[in-house]
């Protein structure tokens, strides 16, 4: 049961403009999204969040947008840089007994070319 | 360098042994979790422990066990193993309360490769 789904396992954008990543979710309960990025040999690291009370969240080159309704969120990177050649993890949490954990999608593999 | 220190990094063993994974949280943070990543998978919730308690499960096997000290720091057992226990497993830690409101703060993972 793959609550937290990333379809694109790659995206390839340009250096200098905009990578837009997607995540979709199926957890109604689910109420605080995260980015992580991780790059090889190194652990997760944390983005963006965003809570189920906004629909969009900003931070320097890095925004995220959340659809409620569509169950549906969005990490905006403006401009893309090649250090952001990463993979980038969906996550989200939330209800009583998920609020102790987060659910990861599987992830899109960023390259941003010169 | 997030103050997670996961030990060993890499791990070679044998289908039916068993191993521990060690995990030291950031200074401070008395929640500890762990996730498995098998290869071109998303990070699999295992478990989460808050100071020494453990306080949600996830899809761990009956074969997995951890645990977390006094003095914070956890270790994660995997007995019997198989070849599909082949992957990475990461540690994180977070400061407060125990319920997800922020980041985790994930250490470099240890890659475990089961022969």
């Known amino acids: 049961d793959q609550q937290v789904k990333q379809n694109s396992p790659s995206l390839s954008v340009q250096e200098g403009r905009i990578s837009i990543l997607n995540c979709d979710y199926t957890n109604s309960m689910f109420d605080y999204f995260l980015w992580y990025k991780k790059y090889p040999a190194e652990g997760p690291t944390f983005l963006i969040s965003?809570?189920?009370?906004?629909d969009k969240n900003e931070d320097g080159r890095f925004t995220v947008f959340l659809n409620k309704s569509a169950k549906h969120l969005s990490l905006h990177i403006v401009p893309s840089q090649p250090g952001d050649s990463a993979v980038y993890f969906c996550a989200a949490s939330g209800g009583i007994q998920g609020a102790q954990k987060l659910v990861f999608g599987q992830g899109t593999r960023l390259t941003i070319n010169p | 360098d997030s103050g997670v220190t996961q030990t060993p990094k890499h791990l070679i063993t044998a289908t039916g042994q068993r191993v521990t994974l060690r995990c030291s949280p950031r200074s401070g943070d008395l929640s500890v979790y762990w996730y498995q990543q098998s290869l071109d998978q998303g990070l699999q919730f295992l478990i989460h422990?808050?100071?020494?308690?453990?306080?949600a499960k996830g899809n761990i096997l009956e074969r997995f066990s951890a645990q977390q000290f006094p003095d914070l720091h956890s270790e994660l057992n995997l007995s019997s193993l198989e070849l599909g226990d082949s992957a990475l497993y990461f540690c994180a830690s977070k400061s407060g309360t125990g319920g997800i409101g922020g980041e985790l703060f994930f250490g470099e993972g240890s890659r475990l490769t089961v022969l």
């Open positions: 965003i809570s189920s009370i906004k």
């Open positions: 422990y808050y100071n020494g308690e453990e306080r």
